[in-house]
């Protein structure tokens, strides 16, 4: 008669651990992101679902950003603002290549005669001259701001701006800027979006895991991934203490009506 000898039940609990551990562990895909950006983690049911239609494509790490207030000026304007023949003084690059916070700085005066007294001018210059603003700085202004994408000016309020060499009187130009998604070539191929489509972004933090539905997709070659919030949206989704973020491809209704 032969005897079978009993397995060691610390053995028959590694085997298993190992096994488990093979075949339902959620890795996350996650290259470096640069300083200061928080990197998508994807869960191992978005890669089953991504896999088979964005293998080929080229993932890239996800930066999100706060956007507070700022001024982009034309070149008339900076002169008029700071002097004849004035340029902007880059100060610090933005993460988008070509892009800067220059050293300038300006006021801008609601109708309530309300100001916020230093806003950051961006540069390079563009061809019109436009504020952007959160929601809460338009009540302190007394402006009803439209939400708008960056560059849709047309209807929206105006406002005052005062520089250290002259004053600029915008009749239009403040917007809420609409929160967005920059993209490159291999984004939009990666996420199955084209410019101007809605993406969803899910952010966890502590407390207050949410997310925020309707990000427009800007596209343009040579441009990094990046989205764009303003300061009452990153405040009220704790941005800084972001633990993950995923953008989520908005999928029409599914209730039939």
């Known amino acids: 008669m032969t005897t079978t000898a009993m397995p060691n039940p610390a053995d028959v609990e ?8 093979r075949h339902l562990r959620t890795k996350p895909i996650s290259s470096e992101a640069p300083a200061g950006g928080i990197p998508v983690l994807r869960s191992v049911v978005e890669q089953a679902v991504t896999a088979a239609s964005s293998s080929a494509a080229k993932r890239n790490p996800l930066v999100v950003n ?12 900076v002169e ?13 690059d933005l993460y988008q290549d070509g892009y800067y916070a220059a050293k300038e700085t300006v006021a801008v005066v609601g109708p309530r005669r309300r100001m916020l007294p230093i806003v950051r001018v961006l540069g390079p210059c563009r061809p019109d001259s436009q504020v952007e603003l959160a929601f809460t700085d338009g009540i302190s202004l007394g402006i009803d701001l439209p939400v708008r994408v960056s560059g849709d000016v047309k209807g929206t309020p105006g406002c005052v701006l005062m520089g250290p060499h002259g004053v600029v009187e915008l009749k239009q130009g403040v917007i809420r800027a609409m929160r967005h998604v920059h993209m490159g070539p291999d984004d939009l191929e990666y996420y199955g979006v084209k410019d101007g489509d809605l993406i969803h972004l899910r952010i966890e ?8 539905e309707d990000l427009a997709v800007r596209a343009g070659k040579g441009i990094k991934l990046e989205v764009h919030l303003d300061t009452d949206e990153g405040n009220a989704v704790n ?5 993950q973020v995923e953008l989520v491809k908005a999928e029409p209704c599914k209730c039939g009506h």
Do not use: N, Y
């Open 205 to 212: 933090s502590p407390g207050c895991t949410t997310v925020l």
């Open 14 to 21: 590694r085997v298993v651990r190992d096994v488990l551990t």
């Open 239 to 243: 941005l800084e203490k972001a633990t």
């Open 66 to 77: 706060i956007s507070a207030r700022h001024v982009h000026l034309t070149q008339e304007h």
């Open 80 to 92: 008029m603002l700071f002097g004849p023949g004035a340029k902007l003084t880059p100060e610090k």
